[in-house]
């Protein structure tokens, strides 16, 4: 793991650092030679050092949860007890004072970690990623027992089986598509934002990837099979999967390569990134927030210029981010016609059942047919 993710885990004093805690396995064989819960926790850590936005997602949660059992109930990670965590779930959904507190930092030891209640959602993802925190501390011997082993599973949310709604009409997608064509081209930096930004809503529409998997993503990931084009991608929890890609694509990444004075065919094992950064070339790729951001700023600015003529459409770019290019991209190719079974392997879900909620063509003729049969009052 690399040392910038080991030094946002806070140092402890040594009567919270955990040899001693409560909960700590005795006697039989360990599975680490963790010493204490900082050095426990980077064990954890280090599984997911190849998925950088798991990595920050899981950091963030452990930080969270050592930093709120130590400050506010003066116990070690391996002290918490079942009652514990309801505490902490309801601190969760109403942090205060210094945890919120807009004059701190947004980076470094001294950050603020909450920027304010969270969400329900988010307050189960942080649980359940605590969950398996704690799981792996179990198996490995360094904890006795799970106490989130003993929390209520909840029943599935109603919302879960609603259709995906977080995406792009085909008018809307062309709107983003024209406004990007109006951007500014005449200085060298605003051409280079303008093929950037022209590439990366491209690739990141026509491949339905991730940020995380956009920014891993490599030129010699781009192979040529039996005459056709595919993206080779390692996703979530490090599965690999394959992509198909269209003639039009690589006419779109060889005119982007081509800007930066490269071949236009990738070559066989090519280690620049897909998407490069700022310098171009060799230097170093962007981030998959650097994506994000980038996305979400030409969301905005196209946006802005809706405002006066499709107010509802600018509503929904401002909310609009990098998932949503997926959630777009899988809507689109349902809506095409294409075989579900193959968006599930695009998207690469584990679950069919997961790939159904982009299915909105029923809705769309369900709603035809009645606006159009029923009679007006």
């Known amino acids: 793991m690399s040392e910038h993710a080991i030094t946002l885990i806070p140092a402890l004093p040594p009567a919270l650092d955990g040899r001693n805690g409560t909960n700590r ?45 130590t400050r506010t109930l003066d116990k070690p990670l391996s002290s918490l007890t079942r009652e514990d965590f309801v505490l902490y779930e309801q601190f969760l959904a109403a942090p205060n004072g210094d945890w919120i507190d807009p004059a701190r930092p947004r980076k470094g030891r001294e950050r603020r970690l ?33 106490p989130l082993a003993l929390r209520r599973a909840r029943a599935p949310q109603a919302s879960r089986s609603r259709r995906v709604e977080r995406h792009l009409d085909q008018a809307l997608w062309q709107q983003v598509l024209d406004g990007v064509e109006a951007f500014a081209q005449d200085t060298p930096r605003e051409r280079q934002h303008y093929e950037r ?8 529409y026509r491949t339905a ?14 192979e040529r099979r039996r005459g056709r084009w595919w993206l080779r991608v390692v996703g979530k929890g490090g599965v690999e999967g394959d992509v198909p890609v269209s003639d039009e694509l690589m006419a779109d990444f060889a005119r982007y390569r081509a800007f930066h004075g490269l071949p236009e065919v990738p070559a066989p094992g090519e280690m620049r990134p897909a998407v490069m950064g700022v310098a171009g070339g060799d230097a170093a790729p962007l981030t998959s927030t650097a994506l994000y951001l980038i996305v979400k700023t030409v969301f905005r600015r196209i946006a802005d210029t809706l405002d006066a003529r499709d107010p509802a459409g600018a509503a929904t770019l401002r909310r609009a981010s990098t998932h949503w290019l997926r959630h777009t991209a899988a809507t689109h190719q349902a809506d095409a016609g294409t075989d579900l079974r193959y968006i599930q392997k695009n998207l690469r879900h584990a679950s069919i059942e997961t790939t159904g909620l982009y299915l909105h063509a029923d809705d769309d003729a369900r709603h035809a047919q009645t606006v159009r049969e029923t009679p007006s009052a």
Not at 197 to 204: A, G, I, S, T, V
Not at 210 to 222: I, K
């Open 25 to 69: 396995a005795r006697g039989g064989v360990a599975q680490t030679a963790a010493r204490d819960d900082i050095e426990a926790v980077r064990l954890w850590l280090a599984e997911y050092v190849g998925s950088p936005h798991t990595l920050r997602s899981y950091r963030k949660e452990a930080v969270r949860l050592m930093l709120w059992a």
């Open 114 to 146: 909450f920027e304010g209640p969270l969400a329900p959602r988010s307050r189960r993802q942080a649980m359940g990623i605590l969950g398996g925190l704690f799981s792996y501390l179990v198996a490995a011997g360094y904890l006795a027992g799970n």
């Open 197 to 204: 930004c022209r590439w990366l809503m491209r690739f990141l």
């Open 209 to 222: 990837l991730r940020a995380s998997e956009a920014a891993q993503a490599r030129a010699g990931d781009f």
